[in-house]
């Protein structure tokens, strides 16, 4: 079980990389809007570098719950989790905005 001290750390350590992610997703939809549409799934790919780190964090929890240890779910591990999700979700709709950007530019190019 984890100690109230470790659960705060984990937590924050996953908003810090969901948060991150989400930056990076927003970032590559401002690059999509440009047309810049190989540095947007660059900053795509160092969003999943972050998923990744969160979700590792995350697989602590869920593996320690899974083998019978209860830890206590405090409000910052719900504000955690709320912050993975939601970052997960703008990652998701930046990934379509940047095929929707890819789509007007060849729309576009070919009026010409």
Do not use: P
């Amino acid at each position: 079980m984890e100690t109230t001290e470790e659960m705060q750390m984990l937590a924050f350590t996953i908003i810090l990389h969901a948060g991150n992610a989400r930056s990076n997703a927003m970032e590559a939809i401002s690059l999509a809007k440009a047309y810049n549409f190989i540095e947007a799934r660059s900053k795509i790919e160092e969003a999943d570098k972050e998923f990744a780190e969160a979700h590792h964090e995350q697989t602590k929890l869920l593996q320690d719950e899974a083998s019978g240890e209860k830890n206590d779910v405090s409000v910052i591990l719900v504000h955690a989790q709320d912050h993975l999700m939601t970052a997960m979700t703008v990652k998701d709709l930046a990934i379509e905005m940047i095929d929707m950007y890819e789509r007007m530019q060849r729309l576009e190019d070919n009026q010409k």
